[in-house]
């Protein structure tokens, strides 16, 4: 199977209403996507693929816009069970974002320590910014301990969202919670910072694997929550290839905005640039006619 | 406790301990210890609320447009629920008794002592910034400490400072507390002098001309493409920052960090004195600062002395009268000179004022005006 394959699955029933997720369906999504994305006979023998037992997992989320609008531990925590039957110690699986007062904003307990799933902030004692700021072409920023030291592998798992300024957000420009000043790449469309900040090495180096946590998606007026432009799709995208999976997130939401009668991300003056920079850079495959959709419902 | 210069500051009343730059960077780093500094919730000045819970940050030329729990540019000013709110208000990171001259202001109360202060954020990113510890960083980042503006006043009357300095970091970010610690200030009797690059709207400007003595603006270089790529901002808001401030008769100085290869172009320079001259007048302090590599510059070597001098000796021939080289302990460029009769007024060595004999504010041998603000 080729790396710019993207499966999208549904999941009937699985947001009931605004704010309400079902973990069961979640899960079961889970294992569907990660099947077929992997062409195994279960989620686990795909997963093995990519990670080892030795590895420690980062699952970046995406809690700012807690708790309407986060990626919630009923997303998270299902992928983190998976990771465990895959064989990696629970202790060595980290839910994490840039702050604990956000992760307990989007109703996650925190753990730093012991033998269960991590779930912290970079805020966490011992974790912070340390160090000397990393250049990167165009990036000059302070990495989380977490992306940098922490984690040997790496899921992005983020919000699929509108976005005044890119265009979108989804799995590539998640990456933004882990330095200490994405407020500096957000001119110009953020491109090419999001482009470039994914192909700094603690990023890429690390990245196996996107899900973009379509289950409600903001299609206007993002990143921040309205409900009246906020659709429940109830899907889950997953994706080898970042640039690839966020591509198919824009269509996503391209073809909200369409069914909704709003103008295209070009036409609103925002398109989603660094797709075209990322792939420039060889980091994926932008697209769309050379992406392999495959779609599910569960 | 007796105050000398450069004395750090370790308590401030109820403020409890703060930090400083002369603490040098282990207690300055990046905030890691597992707490989290406390966010001001105060309402932002300056700034349009839109429909849909947006709003729009009118504080500074890049207008920040910001949807429901976004944070502008300089990281420290975020939309909440529509209304748009200023997380550093009394939160000061940084907090040191410095001299006036390591502002730097060479016309103000020379061999004073200004209470300094900043707070976290920034609204350009300087790939070259001196203080990107505390300026490129969010205020949950850093240590910052309660300190009011009555606290901030009370503090610089208990240390004798006649000042007070907004520095280190980017005050324009930080508006509403520098506003209102110089209101503070000034019911006490004392001055308050910014430390700025200059980012910030007309409007703004204008009300905080009023309530402070002096403004030194960092001018990066002169052209735009330098701005656009070394600083993440533009040139033409600056240099209209400056003329605002020059028409008000607040005092202003101006300082030009030369940076090896990147802006030491005398041509530049030639045209840059030349609009002082036209803009601004012929009185503004110019000073040319030496560069050590910092931050995300660390390829070039420090500015040679050469170049200092080169520059200054070109903004001299185009007519500023009070030009000056800095980070050169020692260099002759520290001094003033009487722009009639030649003669030295003030000495100085890197921070110290060794010698000064401006009498009212005019040379003690022709008696010209030197232009400043002495008493």
Known sequence: MGTATVVIVRGKGVVPRLGQVEPKLVAAMYERGLRILFGQSDAAAGLRTIFSPSDRVGIKVNAIAAPELATPPEVSLPLAR????????????????????????????????????????????????????????????????????????????????DHGMAGITAGMKNYFGAIHNPNKYHDDHCDPYVAELFDAPAVKSKHRLTVLDALVVQYHRGPSYHPRWAEPCGALVFGLDPVATDAVGGKIIEDLRKAKGLPTLEEDGRPPLYLRSAERMGLGTASLQNIRIIEDTV | MSMNRRTFVRTAGAAGAVLGADIGPALRRLYAFGQTAELSHVEARYYKRLPDREVECDLCPRRCRLGDKERGYCGVRQNDGGTYYTLVYGKACSVNVDPIEKKPFYHVLPGTDALSIATAGCNVHCKF???????????????????????????????????????????????????????????????????????????PLEALIKVVAAIKIDLKAFNEDFYKTYVRGELKPVLEAVKIIAKSGTWLEIVYLVIPTLNDSVEDIRKMSRWILKDVGPDVPVHFTRFHPMYLIKNLPPTPISTLEKLRQAALEEGIRFVYTGNIPGHEGENTYCPQCRKMVIERRGYEIVRNDVRQGTCPSCRTRIPGIWA
């Open chain 1, 82 to 161: 998976l990771l465990a039957s895959a064989g990696i110690r629970e202790k060595n699986i980290a839910v994490w974002d840039r702050t604990n007062r956000e992760l307990k904003d989007a109703r996650y307990r925190l753990n730093a320590e012991g033998d269960a799933f991590r779930v912290m902030g970079t805020d966490t004692a011992g974790m912070g910014y340390p160090g000397e700021p990393v250049t990167h072409l165009n990036i000059g920023s302070l990495f989380s301990a977490i992306q940098s030291s922490f984690v040997t592998a790496s899921i992005s798992l983020a919000i699929l969202k």
């Open chain 2, 129 to 203: 910034c001196q203080n990107w510890e505390i300026s490129q960083a969010r205020p949950e980042q850093v240590q910052a400490f309660d300190l009011p503006p009555k606290a901030v006043a009370d503090t610089a009357a208990k240390y004798r400072c006649p000042t007070i300095a907004y520095t280190y970091s980017e005050p324009t970010v930080f508006y509403e507390y520098m506003y209102d610690t110089s209101v503070e200030a000034r019911r006490q009797g004392i001055r308050s002098v910014v430390v700025s690059g200059g980012h910030i709207n007309p409007e």
